[in-house]
């Protein structure tokens, strides 16, 4: 079974630091980009950054340059987001998502343009809560 598992959400006071990871089981990320996007109420889905698993290309939103950091693990079919100076404003669900680098340009057009749930060579998780809040 083909699946992504988010962890590591929660609630942290503005300027704290939180990691989430991206555990994938039922196939192997290597050829695969993988992405953190985040949605807030009443607000769009946003591609905050992407990567992918094969050569270590990365794209970030200006929202979070400087302050978030994607990183993979092949060994460990895992990827994670690494978010420092946490703002109010980062407060949202975050999913990741991974699909297939032969479907994508680029990782800025997966950011950017993402995909739907209903891709067949895409998988996405079940989002995980952040909030950012004193």
């Known amino acids: 079974q083909v699946q992504l598992v988010e962890s590591g959400g929660g609630l942290v006071q503005p300027g704290g630091s939180l990691r989430l990871s991206c555990a994938a089981s039922?196939?192997?990320?290597?050829?695969?980009?993988i992405g953190w996007f985040r949605q807030a109420p009443g607000k769009e889905r946003e591609g905050v950054s992407c990567l992918s698993m094969s050569d270590g290309t990365t794209y970030y939103a200006d929202s979070v340059k400087g302050r978030f950091t994607i990183s993979r693990d092949n060994a460990k079919n895992t990827a994670y987001l690494q978010m420092n100076s946490l703002k109010p404003e980062d407060t949202a669900v975050y999913s990741c998502a991974a699909i297939d680098l032969l479907r994508i340009t680029t990782v800025q057009a997966m950011c950017v343009i993402g995909f739907p749930h209903t891709d067949p060579f895409g998988s996405w998780g079940q989002g995980t809560q952040v909030t950012v809040s004193s």
């Open positions: 039922g196939f192997t990320l290597d050829y695969y980009a």
